[in-house]
């Protein structure tokens, strides 16, 4: 266990120790593994310099482990004298910055000297290792023995017979089938029914259709007349064949022993090129080890400078998510490939997508809300797909297809257009209204479908209607709809009356337990607690857990520990405008009411507002009882002394 005393400090969520000194450098192969934040990352598509990341990649795998890092901190830690220039970021180094008793120091201080100077900047050395010319010994072509099967026209007739091989072995077949039943003839002859086909077009045009017929006509000798009598598509082949050979026709043997010569010459030809290609290969790896060895003084001390430079900014978002959690570097991590403004907000949590395919599996589960963008540069001649996380600002205007410009690291800009979305809560308010829209958008979706059915009814029946008016006979009595009757609509009548009296019988007893104002107060809040409530706390819970880490592992990185985006952090990724309080007057704006219009509308309605609910018996309880629900029926009791019945009528 290691006895160094680290310092930890809270980052994103999770506690991380703290690389602030050469000496935390020094020791970093003490720290135990499980406190990494990152266990490895891809060596391209970050914002670093690459050969940097190369040259701390020792097994050339593409990806950055921690046992490289350690390995690549003890290098720096046994070169430097003082390990604290690291964490400074110097892109030059000179003789006294090395430490002379250790093995590391001594191998770079015998290459400053064998360049005789005693400083240099990284640029002075990629200066003198461009004006160092790389060898290129000429190598001479390897002599070989080669019999040439026909003088001169070798190689020509090795074209024309791997061109016409495998159709000159298909009319032997033919032939042969032929030969072997005399009665196949016709079915393996060119069908005239092909010909007539494409008869009716332009010929020249069916290259391709006319190439596929038999190279000749089949015959039971399988022998074919190379000058006349063939497929025009391969006529050139055959007669060019026939002008090297001097001869004009030719049967299945004399064909395959013209291949027996090729394959010899292709073999003796093939067995000269590995030969001549093996000595160029020892050839450009003596110039390798020639150019290496003259360049190696100059590529160690390039090495040294570029890590001073670049491997404390790696450590920084590799043992923690330092820059990416510094709230004076928005764009310090190194996999931060720009800002992209869209929608009025500027997105500064943009990641290069490697493999779209592993984001799509693996980002939904960060939590977050995410744009998906495809970015080109016409002027760059380049395109890239980003992920921006968007951590501010409403999305009602955010859609696939929406246009946005993308910049850089390096500030050039691109046209990004958005690909695809992952919809996550981005704020407790945004979840708040979240049920609203989507009651606004179900009643606005139903009544356009209404509208549209409506419509559609409307002018089928339309269509019907003159459709049967031009059909009908000239004369023909036109049907004659009943009036309307209304005793048939007398039960539905009723029925609409006794729910209106039902409903508003449940209303008035609801609304009688409001006996004092703050009920009412009390009940406006609960009704949105219920609407809003749910949306709220979920979207709370997710955001709490915002996770970076599923994006960054679809990138090829292996983070250990969780790179949480709260509310507060996530809010600084994400910049609004901030307009200044402005009183102008808008020329094209819509005509304000007038002020006392406007009173009295609302004074108007509030009025009606309060009449239904004291009618409906809201207000009993405050000693305001409604005259429709506290009337009584009065009953006429029957009087005692009256006779049970009625003299009878003199």
């Known amino acids: 266990m290691s006895n160094y005393k680290w310092k930890f400090a809270t980052v994103g969520g999770a506690t991380r120790v703290k690389i602030e000194t050469g000496e935390d450098i020094r020791h970093l192969g003490e720290l135990d593994q499980k406190m990494w934040t990152v266990l490895s990352c891809p060596t391209t598509g970050l914002e670093l310099s690459e050969k940097s990341l190369q040259l701390i990649d020792l097994d050339n795998d593409g990806k950055i482990r921690v046992n490289e890092v350690i390995d690549t901190a003890k290098w720096l830690c046994a070169v430097l004298k003082d390990a604290d220039r690291l964490t400074k970021g110097l892109d030059s180094i000179s003789v006294n910055d090395i430490n002379e008793s250790t093995a590391e120091g001594k191998a770079v201080i015998e290459s400053l000297g064998k360049l005789d100077k005693q400083e240099f900047t990284l640029a002075e050395v990629e200066e003198a290792i461009a004006a160092i010319a790389v060898p290129a010994t000429e190598v001479s072509p390897v002599k070989a023995d080669i019999t040439l099967p026909y003088s001169d026209n070798s190689d020509a007739m090795e074209a024309a017979y791997d061109a016409l091989d495998s159709k000159m072995r298909d009319f032997f077949m033919r032939c042969r089938l032929v030969e072997f039943d005399s009665d196949a003839n016709a079915a393996l002859d060119v069908q005239v029914s092909r010909i007539e086909a494409i008869s009716a077009d332009d010929l020249t045009l069916k290259g391709e259709e006319i190439a596929s017929y038999p190279l000749a006509r089949v015959n039971a000798k399988g022998i074919v007349n190379l000058r006349k009598g063939v497929n025009p598509a391969w006529a050139e082949q055959t007669l060019s064949i026939a002008k ?39 050839a450009k790896q003596a110039d390798d080890a020639e150019y290496a060895a003259a360049t190696a003084d100059l590529r160690l001390i390039e090495k040294l400078i570029r890590l001073q430079r670049d491997f404390y900014v790696l450590l920084k978002n590799f043992v923690t998510l330092q820059d990416f959690y510094d709230p004076d570097k928005h764009l310090g991590a190194i996999f931060q490939a720009g800002v992209l403004y869209i929608d009025q907000r500027a997105i500064e949590l943009c990641v290069k997508v490697n493999d779209m395919g592993k984001q799509t599996a693996q980002a939904p589960a960060s939590g977050m809300y995410l744009l998906f963008c495809d970015c080109v540069s016409k002027k760059l001649g380049k395109t890239l797909q980003i992920v921006a996380v968007v951590t501010n600002g409403e999305i009602s205007n955010l859609m696939v297809g929406k246009n946005g410009v993308f910049y850089d690291r390096d500030g050039n800009d691109y046209d990004a257009t958005v690909t695809s979305i992952v919809d996550n809560p981005i704020s407790i308010r945004q979840a708040f209204w979240t049920p609203y829209r989507k009651m606004a958008k179900s009643i606005e979706d139903a009544i356009n479908k209404r509208a549209a059915e409506k419509d559609a009814k409307v002018m089928e ?14 004369g023909a009595a036109q049907e004659v709809k009943p009036p309307f009757d209304i005793a048939k609509f007398a039960g539905i009548f009723a029925a609409i009356g006794m729910a209106i009296g039902l409903v508003g019988a449940a209303l008035a007893a609801f609304f009688s337990a409001f006996t004092a104002w703050w009920h009412w107060v009390l009940f406006f809040f609960v009704l949105l607690l219920i609407i809003s409530g749910p949306s709220m706390v979920m979207a709370w819970l997710k955001l709490r857990k915002r996770n970076l880490a599923p994006v960054l592992n679809a990138n090829g990185w292996a983070v250990n520990s969780s790179s949480l ?15 200044p309080k402005i009183k102008t007057a808008d020329p094209f704006a819509k005509k304000k009411m007038a002020a006392w219009k406007k ?34 029926t009065e009953v006429v009791e029957p009087a005692e002394n009256l006779p049970l019945s009625l003299p009878a009528a003199e």
């Open 244 to 282: 090297m050979l001097t001869l004009d026709e030719m049967d299945e043997e004399q064909w395959n022993a013209i291949g027996a010569k090729i394959a010899a010459y292709k073999a003796a030809k093939a067995e000269r090129d590995a030969a001549q290609a093996e000595k160029e290969a020892a």
């Open 461 to 474: 029946q339309a269509n019907t209607k003159i459709a049967t008016t031009a059909d009908a006979p000239a």
């Open 565 to 579: 985006v709260n509310i507060r952090f996530g809010a600084t990724l994400t910049k609004m405008p901030k307009y």
């Open 599 to 632: 009173c009295l509308i609302w004074i108007a309605v509030i009025l009606a507002l309060v009449c239904c609910l004291w009618l409906c018996g809201a207000f009993k309880g405050l000693g305001c009882p409604s005259p429709c629900c506290n009337a009584q």
